[in-house]
């Protein structure tokens, strides 16, 4: 069975960190560009970051340039978001998504249930 599966989620205080995974089970990611992307409650689907099959990364999101960081473990078969100083505006649920491609130009495919985020004293 084909997975894509995030984790990693919760409750943190304003200025915290969480590293969220993104892990891949039924085939390897190694030739795709993985995308991490955020709903808000009313809001629609943003764009957060993307990795190239490469490890480059993309940032689609202003708001967490210096305080979000991406990574692939191909050995792992997952992908990383590493989400430091944290804000109550980036409470969301996030979404890894794969690309139809190795290029964070790609489109994506609409995948898994995603991960809670909680920014909250």
């Known amino acids: 069975q084909l997975q894509l599966v995030e984790s990693g989620g919760g409750l943190v205080q304003p200025g915290g960190s969480l590293r969220l995974s993104c892990a891949a089970s039924g085939f390897t990611l190694d030739y795709y560009a993985i995308g991490w992307f955020r709903q808000a409650p009313g809001k629609d689907l943003e764009g957060v970051l993307c990795i190239s099959s490469t490890g480059g990364p993309t940032n689609y999101a202003d708001s967490v340039k210096g305080r979000f960081t991406i990574s692939r473990d191909n050995a792992k078969n997952t992908v990383y978001l590493q989400m430091n100083s944290l804000k109550p505006e980036d409470t969301a649920v996030y979404y890894c998504?794969?690309?139809?491609?190795?290029?964070?130009?790609?489109?994506?495919?609409?995948w898994g249930q995603g991960t809670q985020v909680t920014v909250s004293s």
């Open positions: 998504r794969l690309a139809f491609g190795s290029s964070c130009k790609s489109s994506f495919a609409s």
